[in-house]
C-alpha cells in the first residue's frame, strides 16, 4: 500500500522516487516508476488533514492498515511506515547494493531516488563514491564478502550490511591521483580486471597472492 506507479495517486509532495533492486542494471539505475507513499516531514508523521488526497487514500486502506503490527503499537500512528523516511538520503549521493547476487555490483544514484529495503546503501563525506565503487567491483572487494558472507542456493551472495562493513578500504588520502583516476574509469565502465589491477596496486598486493587466497 505504501508504493505505487501512479504519479496522481497523492499529492506530488507524498510521492518519493524509490528504487528497487529490479531497476539496478548495468551498473546504472533505471527507475521504474515505483513511487513511496510517504507520510512522513522533517518533524514527524503529516497531519493528514492537510493532504486531503493523502487522507482519503489512506482511509479507503485504513481496515488493513490497522492491522499490522506497528499500528497496533500505537493507534494514532496507523498510517506509519515501520521505518522512518530519511529525506535527506533521497538526495544524496550513494551506491547501492542489491542484498541477493552472485557478484559485488554498486550502483551509483546521484541523489535521485530513495532505497526500497531490499537495497543497502553507502554513502561517504569524503569518498569520490565512483573510486570506492571500483575498489569494490574488483576481486578484492568480491574477497571481503567471499570470505565473511554466505551462498544461498543457486550460488547466490548475501550483500548485507554486516558483510559490508568487513571490507576493509585505506583512507581516501592515500590513494594517489592516477590510482583514483583508475578506480574511477574501471567503475564507469563495469571493468572488473582493470578495477581488480588498480586494487591490488592500492592495497600493495601482488596478483598471486590474491589468486592463492581466493583459492584458499
Known amino acids: 500500500m505504501f508504493i505505487t506507479k501512479n ?36 518533524d514527524g508523521l503529516v497531519q493528514l488533514d492537510s493532504f486531503p488526497r493523502l487522507r482519503e487514500y489512506f482511509e479507503s486502506n485504513a481496515q488493513e492498515l490497522k492491522k499490522r503490527h506497528t499500528a497496533l503499537k500505537n493507534t494514532h500512528a496507523w498510517y506509519r511506515t515501520i521505518d522512518r523516511v530519511s529525506h535527506a538520503l533521497a538526495h544524496r549521493p550513494k551506491l547501492y547494493i542489491a542484498d541477493i547476487k552472485n557478484a559485488l555490483e554498486p550502483t551509483l544514484d546521484c541523489g535521485e531516488t530513495y532505497p526500497h529495503h531490499n537495497l543497502y546503501f553507502i554513502q561517504s563525506d569524503e569518498w569520490d563514491l565512483e573510486v570506492l565503487g571500483g575498489l569494490l567491483i574488483s576481486s578484492i572487494g568480491q574477497f571481503f564478502v567471499e570470505s565473511y558472507g554466505v551462498r544461498m542456493r543457486g550460488g ?22 592516477t590510482q583514483k583516476q583508475a578506480l574511477r574509469q574501471a567503475f564507469r565502465t563495469r571493468d572488473r580486471q582493470a578495477a581488480t589491477e588498480a586494487a591490488l596496486c592500492v592495497y600493495g598486493l601482488e596478483n598471486k597472492e590474491l589468486e592463492r587466497a581466493i583459492g584458499h
Request: with cysteine.
Open 7 to 42: 504519479a496522481n495517486l497523492v499529492e506530488s509532495s507524498r510521492l518519493l522516487k524509490l528504487a528497487m533492486a529490479k531497476d539496478l542494471i548495468k551498473g546504472e539505475v533505471k527507475w521504474s516508476g515505483h513511487y513511496l507513499v510517504d507520510p512522513w516531514n522533517c
Open 156 to 177: 547466490y551472495l548475501r550483500f548485507q550490511a554486516q558483510y559490508l562493513r568487513r571490507i576493509r578500504v585505506p583512507a581516501p588520502s592515500a590513494l594517489s591521483a
